[in-house]
DNA sequence: CGGACAAGCTGA
DNA sequence: CAGCTTGTCCGG
């Protein structure tokens, strides 16, 4: 008899089944089944074998067994996972299991017994790295210290190749490494491969990773692939956002393996250019030698633009030498659009929204309420007049514009845009960053945007886009400017003097006066049961709020917060709740 | 989630 | 009071 979870969202709960004889030696924990549930016949996963028997209930036989499924251990971690994202296990075991049934795990042949290492021990390197260019003098040390340590952040410089650190993981044996998003896990395959490991890609090699043998790379889903035993876990770029799951549950790629790696008492390493706070209250802070971080940054323009006259708008003189210059340019603008803000050129009123009076926004030739949406003619509201003059450009405007100046065309990039524009100079929002490659310059155009948005993260955030931005540009070959008001904010000193660890030391005294992460932890509850929900919550959690129908949850650690987010019932489907939330 | 069943609303 | 909608309950 073994008992299955459903996979159903909404029942969070197991049963039990008998198992036909003629199954039950493909049925262990982990395996998944088809099961009779109220009359309908719904997937599942042996979540436990050997169950004894409740009395008096009349139990089902499984109807079919699927296949492989995650191994009893990955289970085990869907459970804790469940506990530390409040969440249901079966979400977990869904990222878990393979996309597409398996039903042996032949067909993915071991790798040549000569890559297969992980014999454990000391710290004695593989095949070793061939070298291509000079991005890889890590030295040993560094390397060696990392996996020497149960958790270790490296903070590395931009520009600084990940592969070293993932050719000494997969040394050890099978391991894991985590990128933030897929496309940078499958160039780190090519290369691994071309190194003559054996590799195996998140979600699509499922079986071939559960053989074991293999280093398996991919990006946050990977943290849940069934190496069988696992060797090392490395996390590249652990500061990136995209390490969160942005739907419900909103677990986060990297603590899962960091998770595992601890479970299993084996080096977790967390590489980054920017660690952030959490990072480093986890794990022990390695940096590269200070010389070769200064030589990974680019260098940093700062535009101080207090004393420029307004009417320049967004154009300093160094950016109009700099888009002028033939360069390949990006600029950034975390606005999209044409206009955000605007107001009338006769009577000087801002263009508001007739019915909600939320500020009103370009589209196309009309102008659009951005809180409710109403639309209407370009015209002011007071005094009639057509004449409305730009406030805040969004990037479509600052194309025109920037064409106008540089007399070429200019390209777009935003989150939607589908086609890489090949004109030397680009206008984009932060996506651009992500699209891009092989730069001359980034050039922020409005970088207070970034640095003074509140949430507390803010800092952080922005130090990151600008290591994104150096990354872009190839690290010292290129060039970041940076328009702003706030020329000595820390972000831009950290980053001008290519040493993160002067926000760092900022940032902690401004995070432990407010009571914020790393110092305690949060959780956002909001929608329609949100009040009931924190009105239940134990005294042992502070509620803050609400804002709006957002409330905050804060606590001093996890295992407080999650405890007291476990024991209160959740009205169904009424209430969303994110630990961590990345911005608050 | 999705079926079962009960309670409430409507119209003839 | 049939016929339909809406809400609540519960699953082996």
Redesign the pocket.
């Known amino acids: 008899m073994v008992r299955v979870l459903p996979d159903?969202?909404?029942?969070d709960?197991c049963?039990?089944?008998l198992v036909p004889d003629e199954m039950s030696d493909q049925v262990r924990v982990g395996t998944i089944v088809r099961v009779?549930?109220?009359?309908?016949r719904v997937r599942g996963w042996v979540v436990e074998d050997d169950v004894t028997p409740?009395p008096g209930?009349r139990?089902?036989p499984l109807a079919k067994v699927t296949g492989w499924g995650p191994p009893a251990a990955i289970v085990d971690l869907a459970g804790w996972a469940a506990w530390r994202w409040a969440g249901p296990r079966a979400t977990f075991l869904r990222a878990a299991s393979p996309r597409r049934r398996v039903v042996s795990l032949m067909g993915a042949p071991p790798p040549p017994p000569s890559l297969r290492s992980g014999q454990g021990g000391s710290f004695p390197y593989g095949p070793p790295a061939v070298s291509a260019g000079g991005s890889t003098n890590h030295n040993q040390e560094l390397i060696g210290e990392a996996f020497a340590n149960e958790r270790s952040v490296v903070r590395v410089p931009p520009d600084a190749d990940p592969l070293v650190f993932v050719s000494a993981a997969a040394s050890l044996g099978d391991a894991l490494v985590l990128t933030p998003s897929a496309a940078q896990a499958a160039h780190l395959l090519r290369r691994l491969r071309r190194e003559g490991r054996a590799a195996a890609a998140w979600p699509h090699d499922w079986a071939r990773a559960a053989a074991g043998g293999v280093v398996v790379v991919g990006g946050r889903g990977a943290a849940w692939a069934p190496v069988p035993t696992l060797a090392a876990v490395v996390a590249i770029d652990a500061h990136d956002e995209a390490y969160q799951e942005e739907r419900t549950p909103s677990w986060n790629g990297w603590h899962v393996a960091a998770e595992r790696a601890r479970r299993d008492g084996v080096p977790c390493v967390a590489l980054s250019p920017c660690p952030t706070l959490e990072s480093l209250r986890w794990g022990r802070l390695l940096t590269a030698s200070r010389a070769r971080e200064r030589a990974g940054w680019p260098s940093i323009d700062v535009v101080d633009r207090r004393n420029d006259d307004p009417r320049s708008g967004l154009y300093s003189e160094r950016l109009v030498k700099l888009v002028r210059s033939g360069r390949r340019v990006a600029c950034i603008l975390n606005r999209k659009g044409r206009a955000r803000l605007l107001a009338c050129a006769a009577c000087g009123g801002l263009a508001r929204c007739e019915r909600c009076g939320a500020a009103a926004e370009q589209l196309g030739e009309g102008l659009r309420c951005r809180a409710c949406g109403l639309e209407r003619p370009s015209l002011c509201a007071v005094c009639g007049s057509q004449r409305l003059k730009v406030l805040r450009a969004g990037v479509s405007r600052v194309v025109e514009e920037l064409e106008a100046l540089v007399g070429a065309s200019v390209g777009e990039i935003t989150g939607q845009t589908t086609a890489t524009p090949d004109t030397p100079v680009v206008v984009g929002t932060e996506a651009a960053l992500h699209r891009l490659d092989e730069l001359d310059a980034v050039a922020f155009l409005d970088f207070d945007q970034e640095l003074l948005v509140p949430r507390f993260r803010a800092s952080e955030q922005a130090l990151a886009l600008l290591a994104r931005a150096a990354r872009v540009v190839g690290g010292r070959r290129g060039n970041i400017l940076v328009q702003t008001r706030v020329p000595d904010h820390e972000v831009l000193e950290a980053a001008v003097h290519a040493d993160p660890g002067r926000l760092t030391i900022a940032e902690l005294a401004r995070r432990e006066a407010l009571g914020l992460p790393p110092y305690t932890v949060l959780a956002e509850v909001s929608g329609p049961d949100a009040p009931t929900m924190v009105a239940s919550l134990p005294s042992s959690v502070e509620r803050m709020g609400p804002d709006g129908d957002r409330w905050l949850v804060r606590a001093p650690d996890h295992s407080i917060l999650c405890d007291a987010l476990a024991s209160v019932a959740r009205p169904r489907?009424r209430v969303r709740v994110v630990v961590d939330p990345a911005r608050s």
């Open positions: 159903v969202a909404a029942i709960r049963f039990d089944y009779a549930l109220h009359g309908r409740a209930v139990l089902q489907g």
